[in-house]
């Protein structure tokens, strides 16, 4: 494995460190500054330079190591066959063109059109952020390169493009071997579909336009009727139409919590019928009038819903002589479009604790409607709410935990609140999520996307709950009746439990085990004596004259004791949520949009293990499926239940990578003291001393308690962050080359460029090769053939000319000639015992359960990669190989799974 190419950094010209400005010197000499201007003046007063103006820090881009690595690496994966290939990008090996703007590029679609015929792909698509789409621009070259200038100054110019793209260093593509069967709907009938989509869930669907510097961008949201208009747009589309074949279900619904948590809160009418919906939106005409009200005066409302509007005075575009506003809406509402200009709204104030010690003032301004549209007919009675009583508007303080004990006065030697009462909090408000509301009731609304279920959860006085439980403190846990569990609504859709998750949260997060369950931790009980001259003793709970004793959770009278509850005359205690019911809907409701509980019952569109097998295989990474099964705590639910998994992709035991990880292997900014650096002057500074790690922790798998609830749920995520996979399989040291994966495809020569032949003309004595034969013209060996790989084609392949032999033939796999054949499929982990179309997924599957309820409440995880599989267990001193690197067949024979 030949060097990666280097050169000299060149933001820190190799010293592996740089001065800068801090950032004190932004704002000036002052503690309060505004976010916009610069003074470049020191803050005498500063925490991080002490008032000189200046800093020293590692290099950012270099990681410290002066020299940076000049070569991009792209792979393309076929996810049926297993079968990858790659490309190096390197100095001299560019084949660069002049791009739409006149400047030089290096496009990626000739790249990976070269990959994916080899690999025998035909859909090729990027995997989100580490793996652009084929047709995006791989590498932008600056205005002095010229194809003819001298090798050497073009080869510098071209290491420096290469050196500036090191921070994605590994783009990967996936693809299929048939294209795609479900073409891309229509746009024009996929806003249809979000329009019935929006009458379902009873949301808004709001189209809006935002323009900025003459030019205009579309994004496509769903939204709670009277929720805030996002600051920035979540997304950024030129045309409408673009916008609407981008927006899916996940799009739509990013938004939806932010903005709408201080929307009206309203109950549903779940007997409310089908509002109807176009099944074709006529899109142009919907961005006529969209243009038009943004060519109209923010201050000007001349709207009659979903009326017409005479754009005659505008031209094609919708711009006229009137100016316009910032942006407008289309907002489908009652089975009709209402539009709307929108308007600046009063500006406000944010400030911002900067590390310098500095408060930054940022002045926002947002946006609102100049019309309103009606009120929607799906709303049913109001739910009013009340005010937290655990944190401030406009500031992070909390109401300290000394508060909430009983008495519920502040403790002066409490080192959090000095006494206060009020402390710093963190995140948003535990109590209410920053949504300053505590809901005595919530709506809860499941969909599969094609039909909906909704469950009003507004508790009566005397709802049972049934003590199933306790805390490790002793604080009882009790159930409340099936009409508030979750789970009894998966079944109605045919899914599991497991695959409720919230529709309104990104990364599918599934829903809490006590919402599933139905289960709150109540302290209160029936202690109270609740007579009608009760005013409050140690023991009572809310009788008719209790005015709120330490006990107090509610009577008449009660004015807010420190067990209140919500009587009558409730001031807000700090357990003011009623009964066992109350305090499970307060909790339920906290932080959701409007009281609106939105639930997916889905089981995730993801790949599935065979995908990701295959997918390890071809770029030589491990698998690690992890599982706890925890059936020993189905009694107890203070505990998890059922079975938890998470899917690790980390590099193999003997990856180049392992040899320069630290235990933090998720930072790739870890400065290195082991890479190798320019010979030039260094300050006095002192070194990092990062550890090695000892090569026994390598070679054992995280074996960390899982937490997904369900095996697709744990693929779903990993696929999410298959980036860090693949940072974390590229060296760190810059003169180590990034990873070159190939796999069921012919080798191609590393110092050619892709997709010249290995071996080509006639050899006149034996041909002894190391790897896979590769036939890039006719091959006429005098003698033997011996190879060390198999002779392999990913697709149909014609040969240059015959192959003629005239010793005998070994190779290490098949010998395919002539026309045809397809790869070995991987994923057979080194046994050849599992089928082409499920490598042995589902087997993998069942055993690694079987095995975790043979060790109900431990750890077990099984890795597989190139080499074959082998099962882990955790114990107390580590973790523990239960079986060597085999296959599968063997690992199970010996655990006694077969």
Known sequence: MSAAPTIVCPDCSGLTFSVSRC?????????????????DEAYRDCRICQGDGSVVRSCLWCGGAGVRRAELVVTVVNLDTGAADSTRIRPG???????????????????????????????????GPLG??????????????????????????????????????????????????????????????????????????????????????????????????????????????????????????????????????????????????????????????????????????????????????????GHGGLGGGPAAQAVWRNGYWWHTPLREGEPGEILHERDTGQIVRWTSTGLLRVVEPPEPTWWAAPIRHRDCPDCRPGSTLRRCTCCRRTPAQPDPDCPRCCGAGLAPGWGPCGTCGDSRRIYPAVTVTVTDLTRVTHRRWQPAPGEQAVVVGHQPDGTPIRQLREHYRAASLAASFGVRPEDLTHLDQPGRQPLGQHLLDGTVTYAGGPACCGGPACAGGPACAGGPACAGGPACAGGPA????????????CAGGSACCGEPAGRYVAEAGRGLPGARLLVLAQTPDVPSLADLIRLVTGLDLSLVVVTRDHRRDDTDPSRMHGIRW???????????CLDQLCS?????????????????????????DVPRLDASCLDAPCLDPPWWPSLPAAVADRVTHLGAALRAAV??????????????????????????PAVSGPVGGPLVVGGPVVAGGPVVVG??????????????????????????????????????????????????DLGAGDPGSGELHRALRRLAERHAGQVVAVRVDRAGCQFWLAEAAGPRALTGTSTLVNALSALRLG
């Open 23 to 39: 950032e004190c010197a932004s704002g000036g000499d002052r503690l309060l500054v505004d976010g916009g201007d610069y003074a």
């Open 93 to 127: 090996r560019i084949d660069a063109r002049r791009g739409p703007d006149g400047a030089w590029e290096v496009p990626l679609r000739p790249v990976v059109d070269r990959l994916a015929a080899r690999v025998g792909a035909l859909d090729v698509r990027g995997i």
């Open 132 to 317: 652009p789409e084929p047709d995006a621009t791989l590498l932008w070259l600056p205005a002095s390169w010229r194809p003819e200038l001298p090798a050497g100054e073009r080869h510098r110019i071209e290491a420096e493009a290469l050196a500036r793209a090191d921070h994605h260093p590994w783009r990967v593509l996936l693809g299929r071997s048939a294209a795609a069967k479900d073409d891309p709907p229509e746009p024009g009938r996929h806003l249809g579909w979000l329009c019935r989509l929006a009458n379902l869930l009873h949301l808004d669907l709001v189209v809006e336009a935002r323009q900025r510097a003459g030019l205009v961008s579309w994004n496509i949201r769903l939204e709670l009727p009277g929720s805030v208009v996002p600051g920035d747009a979540y997304q950024h589309h030129g045309e409408l139409a673009a916008a609407v074949a981008a927006t899916t279900i996940g799009s739509a619904t990013a938004r939806l919590a932010e903005s709408g948590l201080t929307a009206p809160a309203y109950t549903v009418r779940s007997s409310l019928g089908m509002l109807s919906a176009p099944e074709t939106v006529d899109l142009a005409a919907l961005d006529r009038r969209i243009r038009a009200d943004l060519a109209v005066p923010s201050d000007v409302g001349t709207f009659d819903g979903r009326g017409g509007f005479d754009v005659g005075a505008f031209d094609g575009r």
């Open 558 to 569: 009660c004015a807010g004791g420190p067990a209140c509850a919500g009587g009558p005359a």
């Open 646 to 656: 998470r899917v690790d992709l980390p590099p193999r035991p003997d990856a180049p």
């Open 664 to 688: 933090d292997q998720s930072r790739p900014d870890v400065p290195r003291p082991d890479v190798p650096r320019p010979d030039v002057p260094r300050p006095d500074v002192p070194s990092l």
């Open 731 to 756: 060296p760190r040291a810059p003169g180590r080359p990034v990873p070159l994966p190939r796999f069921g495809v012919p080798a191609a020569a590393d110092a050619a460029p892709a997709g010249s």
């Open 783 to 832: 003698g033997g053939v011996v190879a060390g790989g198999p002779v392999v084609v990913g697709g149909p392949v014609v040969v240059g000319g015959p192959i003629v032999a005239d010793g005998p033939v070994v190779v290490g796999g098949p010998v395919v000639a002539g026309p045809v054949a397809d790869a070995p499929v991987a994923g057979d982990l080194g046994a050849g």
